[in-house]
């Protein structure tokens, strides 16, 4: 059986993959600091023989007993409030994180996909973004300590690669959404949920004119299994190029959640990427994925999912208002 750890485990892509490689047979290992992660995402895991769970912050030295056929390391904060409330940890987690997770890899002889991200592109100057662009990066904006992370991340993995010959992949996430994303993390998909069932405005943060593309969970997981299982160690972009303004996003939601909240617009924060939509090309010719979700199946689901939250927990004040982080 093959053994696959599995970093930032709890969290919300993290939970998913453990899931996906629970049903390929695999024996996992999940390993999480449970800072930004949350152990009733994979509570159901814990009755199974195959899955193993270390709360283990990874920034310290990993040690996993026993052999290891692939490394994961999907540990890191990824939401803007979160840099803005933990960003030495985001930074060690990128770095001294995946440099122990390297290390790990090349003492057992194991495949390792780090989680990289559309961020590394910054407020992107080329559009679609293909891999080759090198991005446009503020290094000491508020989004500097994960972009910055992130792309020392890819670098010495390059370097794990060419130096110590370790099988390595890289997976460009660009804006990933579906259930198990924190209510409270301050992304757009949860904010704006969060406040269609509580019964207040949506906040869009400066005119919304700027934009995303969404891609579901299940596309995202596919594509990292696909990749993982590849001979491709070059980065490759995963997400959903269905792009759409945040303006045009906050109408659809207030139609699929049939609520009659109005808009209200709030300050653009700080080094807000303009635009984002991936070019996936690659995705589509090396590893032969595309996404199958579209936006309204994917964010019924969504919805669906936050719905069952209690209204005690929709209520929380920490879930509410995420303008007032805004640098
Ligand atoms: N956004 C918004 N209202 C909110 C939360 C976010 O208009 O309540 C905007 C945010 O400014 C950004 C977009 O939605 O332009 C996506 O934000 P998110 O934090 O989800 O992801 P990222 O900026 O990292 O792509």
């Known amino acids: 059986m093959k053994r696959i750890l599995i ?3 709890a969290g919300f892509l993290g939970s998913h993959l453990c899931d996906r490689f629970i049903a390929e047979g695999y024996h996992v290992i999940g390993m999480d600091n449970l800072i930004t992660g949350d152990l009733k995402n994979i509570e159901h895991l814990f009755k199974l023989d195959r ?6 912050d990874v920034t310290k030295f990993v040690h996993v007993p ?9 540990a890191s904060p990824a939401s803007p409030i979160d840099y803005l409330k933990i960003p030495i940890q985001t930074l060690k987690v990128g770095s001294l994180g995946t440099h122990n997770l390297l290390g790990l890899a090349r003492v057992k002889g194991a495949r390792i ?7 590394i592109y910054g407020d992107p100057l080329v559009h679609p973004q293909t891999e080759e662009y090198y991005g446009n990066v503020n290094t000491i904006g508020p989004r500097g ?4 992370a992130k792309r ?10 060419t130096f110590h010959n370790v099988e390595t992949r890289i997976v460009r996430i660009f804006n990933t959404y579906g259930p198990r994303m924190r209510l409270n993390d301050g992304r757009v998909i949860p904010a704006f949920i969060g406040q269609a069932l509580r019964g207040e405005d949506l906040t869009v943060f400066g005119d919304g004119s700027q934009t995303r593309s969404f891609c579901y969970v299940d596309d995202q997981v596919e594509g990292i299994y696909r990749l993982l299982l590849s001979d491709y160690h070059l980065p490759i972009n995963i997400g ?5 303004s945040i303006l045009d996003f906050a109408r659809e939601i207030i139609k699929l959640t049939k609520s009659d909240q109005e808009i209200i617009f709030k300050d653009l924060p700080i080094n807000d990427p303009l635009q984002r939509c991936p070019d996936i090309t690659k995705a589509q010719t090396i590893l032969g994925w595309q996404p199958k ?7 019924m689901k969504t919805f669906e999912y936050f719905q069952k939250f209690s209204d005690t927990e929709l209520l929380k004040e920490e879930h509410k208002d995420f303008s007032k982080f805004i640098y």
């Open 145 to 148: 300590v994960y972009d910055e």
């Open 66 to 74: 026993g052999e290891l056929d692939y490394i994961l390391h999907f």
């Open 51 to 56: 899955f193993e769970f270390y709360h283990h």
């Open 152 to 161: 020392f991340q890819e670098s010495i993995t390059m370097a794990y690669h």
């Open 293 to 299: 979700v579209g936006r309204s199946e994917g964010m």
């Open 113 to 119: 996909l780090i989680a990289s991200t559309s961020e």
């Open 7 to 9: 970093t930032g485990a």
């Open 240 to 244: 959903n190029p269905d792009e759409i």
